[in-house]
């Protein structure tokens, strides 16, 4: 009679523990790898450089290491049941941006014209910022679901975010540049980066509550089923926003990050090809008609179309009234001199594309050092972040959690279209930043935000359920049962 009783005692204090493994070990491992191979790649540059390992390899290894480390316990601490893959993917793209970064450092020609030197040392502060506000994060955000309740808080800080560069006395426009960016302190602040996230918040809990009348159609019209007229109204307002933006911020990459996700949430929320068709051709429109009359865009075009003029121009020095661009002929001339394998780590010459060597075309110096393999594993360890987000936002179980990954794993993935996309010559370059390659400190803060949300999202969706209380009555049932 007791071990009778026993038996359905102990099943029921085991059914606790079923269910998803944590895999914070895996992560650990995974994070080892992370840590390991730029710093690998730290000591390839200074032997190429210098012939000898560069001084700085223990503290760069040490730092990099202990940032992923505090990470990874706050992850195990508040997120148990989190993603395995997002947290040592954005450590590795941080560690070999920050290489990359500091390879540019020891070039002596950026160096004669004040674009290097220190830019390393300030992106592994900005990651241990970055870091910080990654911890923060997932303390204090312990339900993401928390968020829904400022879906039109969301709204007006993001509008607050994205006109802050055209505050006279705020806005800084760079020469070369977009005007989306502000002065504060002596330090260079990219808003947009900010408001990317703060945006996805706001889509995914307006499209929660609309998602159902916005998904009815009224006709049907060469295969697609059209939406009705009165629900076309928070497309175009996002259009009309994202065409503004383009027309007073001169900011491609922007506008069409913006839309963009809201078209990939918009599709996500009602399962209507449609909306994606009219996304397509509303952006189309909206470019081609700024691009018209405004001069920053059409340069930025004319620089797509044919870069080799642009370059010509520029080195010869003709004075117009626009600034003609050299830097997409130098990128792809990178990429070309990198072929297949590359020149290796160290032994480029991308410097020559000067001030955004290490910001907007970083990529073309992985392209020249590390060639078209390595520069097919970057883009491979972008699409497994994007690959993962997706994967969490399958998993999630309420509505809201699934359009805020979707909208947070659509912009990163947006993002890193639009600047690979520019400098490898396949759309008109942008004011962008390479997500955690790049330097600078917006973008990598931002970002490190971002997974910082995924990360949440998917510990709710990943956590297993409770354990069903027991039912006395049932086991009453089981005990005198002969």
Do not use: C
């Amino acid at each position: 009679m007791s071990s009778s009783t026993n038996t359905p005692t102990h099943h029921t204090s085991t059914i606790g523990s079923i269910g998803a493994p944590s895999r914070r070990n895996t992560e650990l491992a995974l994070l080892v790898f992370a840590v390991v191979i730029p710093v690998f790649a730290y000591a390839n540059v200074g032997l190429a450089i210098d012939d000898k390992v560069p001084t700085g390899l223990l503290s760069y290894g040490l730092g990099l290491g202990l940032l992923a480390g505090v990470a990874h316990l706050v992850v195990r601490k508040f997120a148990p049941y989190a993603d395995p893959l997002l947290l040592p993917l954005a450590t590795l793209l941080n560690g070999l941006g920050l290489v990359v970064i500091w390879r540019l450092d020891q070039s002596k020609l950026l160096q004669s014209i004040n674009q290097a030197g220190n830019a390393a040392p300030r992106q592994l502060l900005y990651t241990a910022l970055a870091i910080a506000l990654f911890v923060v994060v997932l303390i204090f955000l312990k339900d993401h679901r928390v968020l829904q309740r400022y879906t039109y808080i969301s709204m007006v800080g993001a509008l607050v975010l994205l006109l802050l560069p055209l505050v006279p006395g705020l806005g800084a426009e760079l020469t070369y540049g977009a005007k989306i960016w502000i002065s504060v302190a002596g330090f260079s602040i990219q808003p947009g980066e900010f408001a990317k996230i703060v945006l996805a918040v706001f889509f995914a809990g307006y499209l929660m509550v609309k998602r159902d009348a916005l998904a009815l159609a009224s006709r049907r019209f060469m295969g697609l089923y059209l939406p009705r007229g009165r629900d076309l109204g928070p497309i175009l307002v996002v259009w009309a926003i994202s065409i503004l933006i383009l027309v007073f911020e001169t900011d491609l990459g922007t506008s069409l990050l913006f839309f963009g996700m809201f078209v990939i949430m918009l599709y996500v929320a009602t399962e209507r090809t449609s909306w994606i068709v009219f996304g397509l051709l509303m952006s189309a429109a909206g470019a081609v008609g700024v691009a018209s009359f405004e001069p920053h865009v059409q340069t930025r075009v004319q620089a797509w179309l044919d870069p080799m003029h642009e370059y010509t121009l520029s080195q010869a020095g003709v004075q117009d009234g626009v600034v003609h661009s050299e830097q997409a002929m130098q990128a792809l001339w990178a990429f070309g001199s990198g072929g297949t394998l590359g020149t290796g780590l160290g032994q480029g010459h991308s410097e020559l594309i000067r001030f955004a060597a290490n910001s907007d075309f970083i990529l073309a110096t992985f392209g020249e050092e590390l060639g078209l393999a390595g520069v097919m594993a970057i883009l491979l360890i972008y699409g497994l972040v994007v690959e993962r987000g997706i994967r969490t936002a399958l998993a999630a179980r309420d509505p809201f959690g699934k359009l805020l990954a979707v909208g947070l794993s659509g912009a990163f993935g947006l993002q890193v279209f639009v600047v690979a996309g520019g400098v490898m010559g396949l759309i008109p370059l942008t004011g962008m930043t390479m997500p955690f390659l790049a330097s600078g400190g917006s973008s990598v803060i931002a970002n490190w935000a971002l997974i910082a949300i995924l990360i949440r999202i998917s510990d709710t969706a990943r956590r297993p359920a409770p354990a069903p209380a027991p039912n006395p009555d049932a086991e009453m049932t089981q005990v005198v049962r002969p």
